[in-house]
């Protein structure tokens, strides 16, 4: 019996041994109930010199950008280490205030605030949520050398030192998260976002684990620059998001000692592909632009003409009314080709064309079939975008078996939005 994690529950899978290509789970590490001692350790070494100890001076003002609640980092213990190294410091509570940075995802509610960072330092700091859309809480800094124009959440601005918190993962254009990406674009307006996301990033070389070479991640890391003192504590989780290692120093050097740790557990390498891959979305899952990285993640194991079954509940359905809007004008009436999506983007003929860039990629990968299994509540949409769907993963693997004859082999990918292949 084999079991796929589908959101907060389980389901569980019958299949033949002789049919099962491989289970790929994250290869086994070794996390610390002490999440704490890693974390402080890590901020007392940073990994290039320059960390807490070396850039605050008593008296300065403080603002920790941390990501949003699509991401299971457990940002309130992070935040927390941080801020009581900053007590030692010399740094009052009152001269912190945390943003949360889901760059154009919607602003986090009060719940999802609380949830996501504790009552207790809700009580100690000012938290706020950014807001990509709202002028208002912008500032624009000027253009990078690709000519993004860099707007900054003002709090960021302002403060006297900035820390990044987030957690490292690959990314299908960026690379991988975390380090410059928790600034853009997660504290960054929606014309940073757009160009960066979009123009910069409609290449074949903005792509999942790469880094050196990649305009978009070279792009972010270059906003960063616009900055004044910046740092990171990044962190790599387990499949359980418990804290196996965190890094600390400036936000290119974190996120670089962390990459290579990650890889080694989420990296993974297959002699050959898969008839079919049956994938979660886990754990990136609130709505269908969340799942597209498992989508295209998958289409690298599975043979061409195969069949990709991911299930993802999309529990917010097609998430933000701008992404609703950008997926009917960009899938309906009928799916577009690469080289008509591409025409589109350029035309202006899609608005937004930061996630027009997650759905380039996905037509551009789509050279094997997909059913998604989510909640039922999506079927209306699905439907109406094009999107074969079923309603249990067994149906869909009985159809794709049907299709592809019972000697077809199965490829299971628990945790389809952070596995991914290593080149």
């Avoid at 949360?100 to 330092?121: T, V």
């Avoid at 609130?286 to 799942?291: E, H, P, R």
Wanted: charged residues 20%; contains cysteine.
């Amino acid at each position: 019996m084999l079991t796929l994690p589908y959101g907060n529950e389980t389901i569980e899978l019958n299949l033949p041994k002789e049919r099962l290509l491989g289970y790929l789970l994250p290869r086994h590490t070794a996390s610390s109930s002490d999440a704490d001692s890693i974390l402080h350790e890590a901020i007392r070494n940073p990994v290039d010199g320059v960390g807490l100890r070396s850039a605050v001076k008593r008296g300065n003002s403080v603002v920790i950008i941390a990501d949003d609640y699509t991401r299971p980092t457990p940002s309130g213990t992070i935040c927390r280490a941080i801020i009581d190294e900053l007590n030692d410091l010399g740094i009052d509570d009152s001269h912190v205030t945390i943003l949360a940075a889901g760059g154009l995802h919607r602003p986090m509610n009060e719940q999802e605030i609380r949830s996501k960072f504790g009552d207790d330092l809700i009580q100690r700091v000012q938290i706020r949520s950014h807001d990509a859309w709202d002028d208002a809480q912008l500032e624009y800094l000027g253009e990078t050398s690709r000519a993004t124009p860099v707007w900054i959440n003002r709090l960021v601005v302002g403060a006297d030192l900035r820390v990044t918190v987030g957690m490292i993962t690959a990314h299908f254009v960026a690379g991988y998260g975390s380090g410059p990406k928790t600034i853009m674009p997660g504290a960054s307006g929606y014309r940073t976002i757009f160009h960066n996301h979009g123009v910069v990033s409609a290449t074949p070389h903005a792509r999942i684990g790469i880094t050196k070479g990649n305009p978009c991640w070279e792009d972010m890391a270059e906003v960063v620059g616009f900055l004044g003192s910046t740092l990171a504590v990044d962190v790599v989780l387990d499949p359980r998001n418990q804290i196996v290692a965190a890094f600390h120093g400036n936000p290119v050097s974190a996120q670089k000692a962390g990459i290579s740790l990650y890889d080694s557990i989420y990296g993974l390498r297959l002699e050959k592909k898969a008839d079919i891959v049956l994938a979660s979305a886990n754990p990136m899952h609130a709505y269908l632009d969340q799942t597209l990285k498992t989508i295209i993640h998958t289409s690298m194991f599975v043979k061409d003409e195969g069949t990709r079954i991911v299930a993802s509940p999309c529990e917010e359905l097609l998430g933000p009314p701008f992404l609703r809007e950008l997926y009917y004008s960009s899938l309906t009436p009928r799916w577009p080709s690469v080289e008509e999506y591409s025409k589109m983007m350029q035309s202006g003929a899609v608005k937004d064309i930061a996630d027009a860039v997650g759905i380039l990629k996905f037509l551009e990968t789509n050279k094997s079939q997909l059913t998604l299994v989510c909640d039922r509540t999506f079927d209306d949409d699905l439907n109406k975008l094009g999107f074969a769907h079923k309603k249990t993963v067994k149906e869909a693997l009985d159809e794709a078996t049907l299709r592809l004859g019972k000697d077809s082999m199965v490829l299971v990918v628990p945790y389809g939005a952070i596995t991914h292949p290593v080149f």
